[in-house]
């Protein structure tokens, strides 16, 4: 590595330091590296010490689980290829991740969590939802990981709140019933698979600030943690299950609390 490059590691190697991922087993990685795009590195050098630095802090046995989500396939005919699809808007590092040869990715066309370490192979045996018991969601859950969100703020970055919306329940969502074409070895086949979605037939708008009241009380009981890098790069942390604690809070209280407004559904039944 050459100076520059040297200096980034080192930095970024710190700021994990910081947001307490030293010594973490099981981490969820969501990124933006748009704030870094005009440091002087090669973007595949980057990448590589983002990736490698990570796995220096966390030490041996590490699991990192990323997005691998393509929604773009959602309502086509096309093929999802665990191995080959493309993931669509997860960012360069979750891309730069699943083409590793070391890597699994769950079998949903939609919304696919991919990982490479020691935990991958629990990601063999999930349900075809999205999410709730059994999605990848529930077992990184289980392994009590850590969300470390890399130049996004976990408040626009935060898909685990849809978990909690399909086990809680919520009234402006339902479970969809999807046929969609998959790659199985060397075959074709037209497979069922589940998402929870938003009633189209009403007026349902999300919160304006989204997550901020969840991490506003994240915050205020200290179960967030954040730094800003020397290079501009802000990286933030938080265990997955804290954050599930404390919305399950506020959907307990209020079942409408991630809506700019309470809705009066009436469904027929």
């Given at each position: ?21 030293k010594d973490c087993k099981n981490v969820y990685v969501t990124s933006n590296l748009k704030s870094i795009g005009r440091l002087k590195i090669l973007k595949s050098k980057k990448l590589d010490i983002i990736f ?158 989204l997550n901020k009241h969840f991490f506003d009380e994240m915050r205020k009981k200290k179960k967030l943690n954040y730094y800003k890098s020397s290079n501009g790069l802000e990286i933030w942390s938080f265990k ?30």
């Amino acid at each position: 590595m050459n100076k520059v490059e040297k200096n980034f590691y080192k930095d970024i190697l710190n700021a994990y330091k910081k947001t307490k991922i030293k010594d973490c087993k099981n981490v969820y990685v969501t990124s933006n590296l748009k704030s870094i795009g005009r440091l002087k590195i090669l973007k595949s050098k980057k990448l590589d010490i983002i990736f490698e630095s990570l796995i220096k802090v966390m030490g041996n046995k590490y699991s990192i689980f990323f997005p691998g989500a393509s929604m773009n396939l959602c309502n086509t005919d096309e093929v999802f290829d665990q191995k080959k699809t493309l993931s669509n808007k997860m960012g360069p590092f979750a891309e730069y991740l699943r083409t590793s040869k070391k890597v699994f990715r769950s079998l949903h066309p939609f919304w696919s969590i991919c990982c490479v370490g020691k935990n991958k192979n629990i990601l063999k045996n999930v349900s075809r939802h999205a999410y709730g018991a059994g999605s990848p969601w529930s077992k990184m859950l289980e392994l009590d990981t850590v969300q470390l969100n890399i130049g996004i703020n976990p408040e626009n970055a935060v898909t685990l709140i849809h978990h909690i919306e399909t086990v809680v329940g919520v009234p402006y969502r339902y479970n969809k019933e999807f046929l969609h074409p998959v790659k199985l070895g060397s075959k074709i086949s037209m497979e069922k698979f589940y998402l929870s979605v938003r009633f189209k037939k009403y007026k349902i708008e999300k919160r304006k600030k989204l997550n901020k009241h969840f991490f506003d009380e994240m915050r205020k009981k200290k179960k967030l943690n954040y730094y800003k890098s020397s290079n501009g790069l802000e990286i933030w942390s938080f265990k997955m299950r804290d954050f599930y604690k404390i919305a399950l809070s506020f959907f307990i209280k209020d079942i409408y609390n991630y809506l700019e407004k309470p809705m009066n559904i009436n469904l027929d039944v």
